[in-house]
């Protein structure tokens, strides 16, 4: 990736200007089109969003984007919306058991409205506060007791696939139980046992990093530090590790380049959060070693292993192993180009890491340490909101163009006469576009950076134990 060290937040305004002009649109024609009969809209297929069953892990997106848009413009039909929205549909999510997705979904819509409020961006509300909060609780709690138990006592949220399965995807979900544990919440168990969800947190984060990352330590033939595997497999009758595997990469030794994106954007907003946290607060917990320290390691590996292994302007392919890479003459040095007849990009993924750099660079001094990451943060964003990324075709629903969901199941859509997937949005894609620009737009506003744990300046007031 080529790295415009030059490039300020201030100079993507024209872009930013246009990328809400277009999501403002977007996001009130499919709030108006859309059957809730029919579910959740998920992916696009010729333009046009449809439903996938596997999990309802998409609703809290779409609203997400309709609060995102009040965040980044101020217009309150969008608030109104999405706050209407998320009460009214929302709470089945609260108390889902059977999913991995409480960050998505819970913390994108109920999450959101509590820090709006809290940074006094929406009028106070008791009531409606305390209802906020009252989600996050009880979704935290019930996102932590989806836990299995390995071989030295520790654990981790299982996916959706089982209690053997280790998911890349939930270290997102870390910020439910981080947002329940701050609002003073715990896990209460038989025997009115009383789980810390800190606890549980920085535990599934140490395990995620422990084997779902890699370091370039010979941990096995395709050790390259920073590679990512989707997910590991448990044998749950003694809770050891037995192998690497992946849903929606290509291989369990390839890394599947949006499972390394939510690792990276993971590890980047926690060690926002837990800089926030009195260290003797988290430090108490934290008996295995320093966690912010593995955090940092691993969001650096990953970051580079992203700039290492990604086209000139940002956008990688959706696996870094897939097998029609051998037929494109050295990749990674040249521009990225969604019509290739070879293997699709993701634009998805370069949303969610585009966060990610810029949260890691902010962290290690923008101008200092982190300067490479937050640069290659904006690069990649500059990409992403222009052609042919953007989508301007105001027929087409989605907003972030050429996404991709399920390579190996076949689920994209390929167009006619072409040989791979490209020209179509999804869910979470749009979100984590809205997600960018928004963090984007607030830094050249001069607000506070985009925290999903509200200001820096509650942090001692909201929990006591903090």
């Not at 007791?145 to 939930?170: C, E, K, M, Q, V």
């Amino acid at each position: 990736m080529i790295v415009n060290m030059r490039l300020k937040p201030a100079q993507l305004q024209p872009e930013l200007e246009r990328f809400f002009a277009l999501s403002a649109k977007k996001i009130q024609r499919l709030a108006k089109s859309w059957d809730r009969s029919k579910g959740t809209p998920v992916f696009t297929q010729r333009g046009r969003y449809i439903t996938r069953g596997w999990t309802e892990w998409t609703q809290g997106f779409m609203y997400g984007c309709q609060l995102l848009q009040f965040d980044a413009t101020g217009e309150t039909t969008f608030l109104e919306m999405g706050r209407k929205n998320t009460v009214e549909e929302m709470a089945p999510h609260i108390s889902h058991i059977g999913v991995h997705d409480h960050g998505f979904n819970n913390v994108s819509t109920y999450g959101t409205l509590w820090r709006l409020m809290q940074e006094e961006r929406i009028a106070l509300n008791e009531d409606a506060l305390a209802h906020y909060a009252l989600a996050l609780k009880v979704s935290g709690a019930v996102q932590a007791a989806r836990w299995s138990r390995i071989a030295d006592g520790s654990g981790y949220i299982h996916s959706f696939n089982g209690p053997h399965s280790l998911f890349s995807d939930t270290i997102r979900s870390c910020r439910a139980l981080v947002l329940a544990d701050r609002l003073g919440h715990v896990l209460m168990e038989e025997n009115d046992a009383v789980i810390s969800l800190l606890t549980r947190a920085i535990e599934h984060i140490r395990n995620t990093l422990r084997f779902n990352v890699y370091y370039g330590k010979k941990r096995d033939a395709y050790d390259i530090s920073g590679r990512v595997v989707h997910e590991s497999i448990f044998n749950m009758t003694d809770g050891n590790y037995r192998c690497p595997s992946t849903q929606q990469g290509y291989s369990p030794f390839t890394t599947w380049t949006r499972g390394l994106a939510w690792v990276l954007l993971g590890c980047a907003e926690q060690l926002e959060c837990f800089r926030s946290i009195p260290a003797e607060h988290w430090r108490a917990l934290d008996t295995q070693g320093d966690i912010v320290q593995e955090m940092l390691t691993a969001a650096k590996a990953t970051a580079d292993f992203y700039l290492q292994y990604t086209t000139t302007d940002g956008i990688p392919y959706w696996d870094t192993g897939a097998p029609g890479l051998a037929h494109i003459p050295e990749p990674y040095t040249q521009a990225s180009d969604p019509q290739n007849p070879y293997e699709p990009m993701d634009s998805s993924a370069a949303a969610i890491a585009a966060q990610g750099l810029l949260r890691l660079g902010d962290y290690l001094g923008r101008t200092q340490k982190g300067k490479r990451y937050y640069q290659a943060g904006l690069t990649v964003a500059r990409t992403l909101l222009s052609s042919p990324y953007l989508s301007e075709d105001p027929k087409h629903q989605g907003l972030l163009l050429h996404s991709i969901y399920h390579r190996p199941n076949n689920w994209d859509y390929i167009p006619k006469g072409a040989k791979t997937p490209y020209g179509e949005s999804s869910m979470w894609g749009d979100y984590h576009a809205m997600e960018l620009a928004t963090y984007l737009q607030r830094e050249i506003r001069g607000d506070e950076n985009l925290y999903f744990f509200g200001p820096k300046t509650l942090a001692h007031k909201t929990n006591p134990r903090w």
